[in-house]
């Protein structure tokens, strides 16, 4: 059985730059959460996606925004990239929000 | 706000031994405490996960102890193996899961042989 992927594995784009993450869960999960993971805060949790539709969202500047396809694999986009965005971002799949979550490996995302 | 405090940050314990990872919480409407273990360049793996109507769940040399009124609860892993170094992560989720999971800050474990 796959596990969840995210592509690209790593990332560097220039301040100001936009960019966009992917990710394909597990075949048969339907809820997609991403979060952010860097040094100084930990992982922090990003949004959450259910059936195409974003269930909730952490506390993130509008910069940062995501949505989920009828297959269930889901994008998030960072746009007007800092250098404080320079994190791992990690994607995790679940059957539903009431189950454990998988994770992806993560795409690392340097700013410069 | 840090709703989930993680201690010891660090710990080194000799093979063989028990190594305990220790989490207190604050926010009495989380209902789901699992425990990820991370590799170097990969993604948080979940290990176990225990809900509060349960004081104790046990999977293989992971355990895990949870104490309601406290509002604590650890992980222990007995007879620790070289390979379990690495950073543990307890997190909380509050019922629904609709505002995902709360981390600790993590728990850098290294085992001696």
């Not at chain 2, 409407?29 to 990969?42: E, R, S, V």
């Not at chain 2, 892993?77 to 989720?93: H, L, V």
Request: charged share 15%.
């Amino acid at each position: 059985k796959a596990g969840v992927t995210q592509t690209p594995r790593y990332l560097i784009k220039t301040r100001g730059q936009q960019v966009t993450l992917s990710c394909s869960p597990i075949s048969g999960h339907r809820s997609v959460s991403w979060y952010q993971q860097t040094p100084g805060q930990g992982l922090q949790f990003l949004f959450e996606y259910f059936s195409e539709t974003q269930r909730n969202k952490g506390n993130f500047p509008g910069r940062f925004s995501g949505r989920q396809f009828s297959n269930s694999r889901s994008e998030m986009n960072v746009s007007t990239l800092e250098l404080g965005d320079s994190a791992l971002y990690l994607c995790a799949s679940s059957v539903d929000r009431h189950y454990g979550y998988t994770f992806g490996s993560g795409t690392r995302l340097t700013v410069v | 706000q840090q709703q989930v405090k993680q201690s010891p940050q660090s710990l080194i314990v000799q093979k063989g031994g028990i190594s305990i990872i220790n989490c207190a919480y604050e926010n009495t409407a989380f209902d789901y405490f699992p425990w990820y273990q991370q590799f170097p360049g990969k993604g948080p793996a979940l290990l176990i996960a225990i809900r509060p109507d349960v004081s104790e769940k046990k999977e293989g040399r992971f355990t895990i102890s949870f104490n309601k009124s406290a509002k604590q609860f650890s992980l222990h892993i007995m007879d620790s193996q070289p390979g379990d170094s690495a950073t543990y992560f307890c997190a909380a989720r509050i019922g629904g899961g609709a505002d995902g999971l709360t981390f600790g800050k993590g728990t850098h474990l290294i085992i001696q042989p």
